[in-house]
């Protein structure tokens, strides 16, 4: 599935959890407004119907009594107005009750009342006069059970209020549970499908960033793997052809140099040897002016073999042929014996190599002529950029860690930008300086950072407070029982 499909397809399942959600609580809503306005409208009306018929029973009471006691006709045109009312509360009772046994008990009304008035009617016939606070038996009875009927009816609509109240309650619980359990699903699979697409997107985005880092580092083998039809299944596969295609470019170029640099060599070598051989005059004298041009040729063929060196060795290096012969070493000869060599070149430009030590052997585990190749990049280095009259301290002494041994180079030269402290220890990394300054390739700082951490140390550049660098190195201090034998042995 590709991964718009998969967006869209996760954002209609959240869509329609939200709809889903929505619509139910409006049912919600609905369905509690509906509760709310029949207790309101229908149980209310029969709770008042009920309790008039109680308060008009009491009503038909009295208005018996007095009939019989006083035989006015006023108070027989009253009883039959209260009994009226009392059949309309009925009639409304029958159309607002809701339930059977509220029906039962309005029905019931209906006939005590029917009861009680034809009572009533058969003793007004006899014109019968009584004593206050007395009506005759079959009257009294009729009248109680026509009471007991208001009360017996007002407790059924209470009931049915209770059992109202008792439905909407369980309904509300209902909709309240049902909500909880429906959001929580929603939540959970809104949950599922955000980490689905998630995942979907950010672990190929992850890899592809991995191995981006990885073809920066060189490393033109790495590959994706290919999964799917999607469109990063389609970019992985170009992203492996395009590795591929560097990985081929990449061993090009090193087949070229290597060959070319062993190409260059012999004949380099043969120039060199012939310069020098002119220079010694031995085929014959030459003048001021031959000399000098020889002289100058012979540092240019000097200069190109460093450079075929370099790229020999970087060849090498890639291919991971560099040899390696470690055994315990002082570094105070190595570095005396390569100021040595540049002394000349030091004096040349007024400059002055100095060494500073703190003991008189610092004895490490290394390979003397690599590390006499890292300190000689170093002098070189420094030897080029720096002003004349000026000094070239370099200092050996412990790491903050006891068993490293630290050499520093501190040069008074324009000094490393922040931007490419860094990347100066790349092949072919160049800082752009005047026109009038030389230039090499950019390989001899990639070659000691190579050499120093075959040796398992580190390398790194920091600015001189004075002006210019200090290039450091550290390498690890040989142990005691070694040590003990190198100083046998010396």
């Given at each position: 599935?590709?991964?718009s ?6 954002f ?7 709809c ?29 119907s ?6 008009l ?17 006023i ?31 309005v ?18 016939a006899?014109?019968?006069q ?7 038996n079959?009257?009294a009875s ?11 009816a ?41 980490l ?16 981006t ?21 389609e ?12 990985g081929e470019?990449?061993?090009?170029k ?53 450079m075929?060196?370099n ?26 014996g ?6 000349v ?36 280095n ?45 092949k ?63």
């Amino acid at each position: 599935m590709r991964v718009s499909t998969k967006i869209v397809l996760g954002f209609a399942v959240l869509l329609g959890l939200a709809c889903i959600g929505l619509a139910y609580q409006v049912s919600v809503i609905h369905q509690m407004q509906s509760i709310n306005q029949v207790l309101s409208a229908v149980n209310l009306r029969a709770a008042s119907s009920s309790l008039r018929t109680m308060q008009l029973g009491q009503t038909l009471e009295e208005f018996s009594q007095k009939y019989f006691v006083a035989g006015d006709p006023i108070y027989e045109r009253q009883l039959d107005g209260v009994r009226q009312e009392f059949l309309s509360n009925l009639t409304e009772m029958r159309e607002t009750v809701t339930s059977e046994r509220e029906r039962a008990e309005v029905e019931r009304m209906f006939l005590t009342l029917d009861e009680f008035w034809t009572e009533f009617s058969t003793h007004k016939a006899r014109n019968q006069q009584l004593q206050p606070d007395y009506l005759p038996n079959e009257l009294a009875s009729a009248l109680d059970r026509l009471k007991a009927q208001t009360h017996t009816a007002y407790d059924a609509v209470q009931a049915s209020i209770s059992d109202d109240v008792k439905r909407a309650t369980a309904a509300g619980q209902a909709a309240e549970r049902f909500s909880w359990t429906a959001g929580t699903a929603a939540v959970l699979l809104g949950v599922s499908v955000t980490l689905v697409l998630f995942r979907s997107i950010n672990d190929p985005l992850r890899r592809l960033t991995k191995s981006t880092h990885l073809i920066a580092r060189g490393q033109f083998w790495h590959r994706l793997p290919v999964n799917g039809h999607d469109e990063f299944a389609e970019l992985a596969r170009d992203f492996n052809v395009m590795t591929e295609r560097l990985g081929e470019l990449d061993q090009m170029k090193k087949d070229f140099v290597s060959h070319v640099s062993h190409e260059l060599k012999a004949p380099l070598a043969s120039m060199r040897q012939v310069m020098h051989v002119l220079l010694q005059e031995i085929p014959g004298t030459l003048n001021d002016q031959q000399r000098d041009l020889l002289r100058l040729s012979y540092k240019s063929a000097e200069r190109l073999s460093a450079m075929v060196g370099n790229l020999l060795d970087v060849s090498r290096m890639e291919a991971g042929t560099m040899e390696y012969e470690i055994t315990v070493h002082d570094l105070i000869p190595i570095i005396k014996g390569v100021a040595e060599e540049f002394e000349v070149q030091a004096r040349g430009k007024n400059i002055r190599l100095r060494l500073e030590f703190g003991s008189e052997q610092s004895l490490v585990e290394c390979d003397r002529d690599r590390v006499a190749q890292v300190i000689g990049n170093l002098y070189e280095n420094a030897l080029k950029f720096s002003p004349p009259n000026s000094d070239i301290v370099t200092r050996v002494g412990h790491g903050e860690d006891h068993g490293k041994v630290l050499v520093s180079v501190t040069d008074s030269g324009p000094g490393i930008p922040d931007a490419h402290k860094k990347k100066i220890f790349l092949k072919f990394h160049q800082v752009k300086r005047s026109k009038l300054t030389s230039q090499g390739v950019g390989l001899g700082l990639a070659i000691c950072k190579t050499i120093i951490e075959a040796h398992h140390g580190d390398i790194w550049v920091e600015d001189n407070p004075g002006g210019g660098s200090v290039f450091s190195f550290i390498l690890g201090a040989a142990v005691r029982e070694e040590a003990i034998k190198c100083g046998q042995s010396a």
